[in-house]
């Protein structure tokens, strides 16, 4: 059975520190792997990652995959409190069928910075 | 451009009462997505349709059924709701990549 499982599933933390936010997968014909920040409504996308060791960077956040060890990982440096959010990964599933990606959320890590 | 939008926000039915959910996107998808989100789970897709005309059974079907008569349109029904369908239901959509675009969510209680 497919699964993604995210570590930890709650953090808090103090404006300006450095979080990393885990991610293992076990995904059948996995091709992706994604990264969502859900706030308080729909999920938005920040990341895509199809390639082992090739860091993929926007402002304060960067991930990373490894395709070897089934595992990625989410930083966010100098986090501030917009940063506070659940943060989702989510493996990308190939199928036979035309066009269908599916997707195989994680739990979620629930992410709280305090000013 | 509205994106992704879903009617209505929120809504509460009895056992047995029956509803429909409405998606609609304005991005020309030809992918879209009916997810439900529960506590302490991940979203699971309950259908999905690969273009217009077209669907196809997600991992938590049962329960549901959905149309997709024109394709900026995607309904998700309820025939006949049980509590076990209380949940927070999102629409997406996409293009191809596993990058998919999420509406705000319809809180849905069934007592």
């Known amino acids: 059975e497919d699964k993604v499982v995210q570590s930890p599933l709650s953090l808090v933390v103090h404006e300006g520190d450095t979080v990393t936010l885990n991610c293992s997968y076990e995904?059948?014909?996995?091709?992706?792997l994604l990264w969502y920040k859900q706030e308080k409504k729909a999920p938005t996308f920040l990341f895509m990652l199809t390639s082992s060791g090739i860091e993929k960077k926007s402002g304060r956040l960067s991930s990373i995959l490894d395709k070897k060890e089934l595992f990625s990982i989410l930083n966010i440096t100098a986090t501030q409190t917009g940063d506070s959010a659940v943060y989702l990964c989510v493996g990308g599933r190939g199928t036979i069928k035309k066009g269908a990606q599916k997707l195989v959320f994680g739990q979620g890590t629930r992410l709280t910075i305090n000013p | 451009n509205a994106g992704v939008t879903q009617t209505p926000k929120f809504r509460v039915l009895k056992t047995g009462q029956s509803m429909t959910l409405l998606c609609a996107q304005d991005m020309n998808h030809e992918y879209m997505y009916w997810y439900r989100q529960d506590p302490g789970m991940g979203l699971r897709l309950i259908h999905y349709?690969?273009?217009?005309?077209?669907?196809a059974k997600g991992e938590v079907p049962d329960g549901y059924n959905v149309s997709r008569l024109k394709k900026q349109n995607f309904l998700l029904g309820l025939e006949s709701a049980a509590p076990s369908q209380t949940s927070v239901y999102f629409c997406?959509?996409?293009?191809?990549?596993?990058?998919?675009?999420f509406g705000p969510g319809t809180r849905l209680t069934v007592t």
């Open positions: 997406a959509s996409g293009q191809g990549s596993y990058e998919q675009y």
């Open positions: 349709s690969v273009g217009e005309g077209t669907t």
């Open positions: 995904v059948t014909n996995f091709r992706s």
